[in-house]
T-cell receptor, first 113, second 115 residues
Framework: DQQVKQNSPSLSVQEGRISILNCDYT??????FLWYKKYPAEGPTFLIS?????DKNEDGRFTVFLNKSAKHLSLHIVPSQPGDSAVYFC????????????FGKGTKLTVNP | DVKVTQSSRYLVKRTGEKVFLECVQD?????MFWYRQDPGLGLRLIYF???????EKGDIPEGYSVSREKKERFSLILESASTNQTSMYLC??????????????FGAGTRLSVL
């Protein structure tokens, strides 16, 4: 059973507009969430994270929102740039548990010039 | 900067061959991981290791084994490669402790084709 779900396999937006990538989770023990970005033929790179004690974390053009009651998080990219085109993975972990991350299947973002 | 180095970017092997994928990290991290990435399936954990000579099965360990003889090196072994093991293999590492914030650092990946 998938514990971390990214229900949109792909998303296409215009340059300058907002990109919103969504992620849902089922395990209420998850308390730390991360977003990774991956370009083709490269490894994933860490983008931004959020702890369950917060509902928002911002880093430049990237903001992650967490809604614990809905078990939902989203990544907002504003404004979107063509260089943001990549696959974005949502990941979750539980503190005090194993060191593992549980990844979603990814959303391919395409930002059109 | 954390550096995780995978020895090969591209590898072509034949069915039945024994395949070694090597990963080295330079940050003295205790934890190392092997994933495979397939289209539509995301990143799936094969094996991970908490420390030297320690290993734990991930979600899809069948057909794979691992070796961690030194802290900086984590090897993935395909005992007898099969075509369904054609995939992108990703190695990652992270330190232990809450300050690590659960961030894993990935290598560039090895694209393995089994013919």
């Amino acid at each position: 059973d998938q514990q971390v779900k990214q229900n949109s396999p792909s998303l296409s937006v215009q340059e300058g507009r907002i990109s919103i990538l969504n992620c849902d989770y089922t395990n209420s023990m998850f308390d730390y969430f991360l977003w990774y970005k991956k370009y083709p033929a490269e490894g994933p790179t860490f983008l931004i994270s959020i702890s369950s004690i917060k509902d928002k974390n911002e880093d430049g053009r990237f903001t992650v929102f967490l809604n614990k009651s809905a078990k939902h998080l989203s990544l907002h990219i504003v404004p979107s740039q063509p260089g943001d085109s990549a696959v974005y993975f949502c990941a979750a972990s539980s503190q005090g548990g194993s060191e593992k991350l549980v990844f979603g299947k990814g959303t391919k973002l395409t930002v059109n010039p | 900067d954390v550096k995780v180095t995978q020895s090969s970017r591209y590898l072509v092997k034949r069915t039945g061959e024994k395949v070694f994928l090597e990963c080295v990290q330079d940050m003295d991290h205790e934890n190392m991981f092997w994933y495979r990435q397939d289209p539509g399936l995301g990143l799936r954990l094969i094996y991970f290791s908490y420390d030297v000579k320690m290993k734990e099965k991930g979600d899809i360990p069948e057909g794979y084994s691992v070796s961690r003889e030194k802290k900086e090196r984590f090897s993935l072994i395909l005992e007898s490669a099969s075509t369904n093991q054609t995939s992108m293999y990703l190695c990652a590492s992270r330190p232990t402790g809450h300050r690590a914030k659960n961030i894993q650092y990935f290598g560039a990946g090895t694209r393995l084709s089994v013919l």
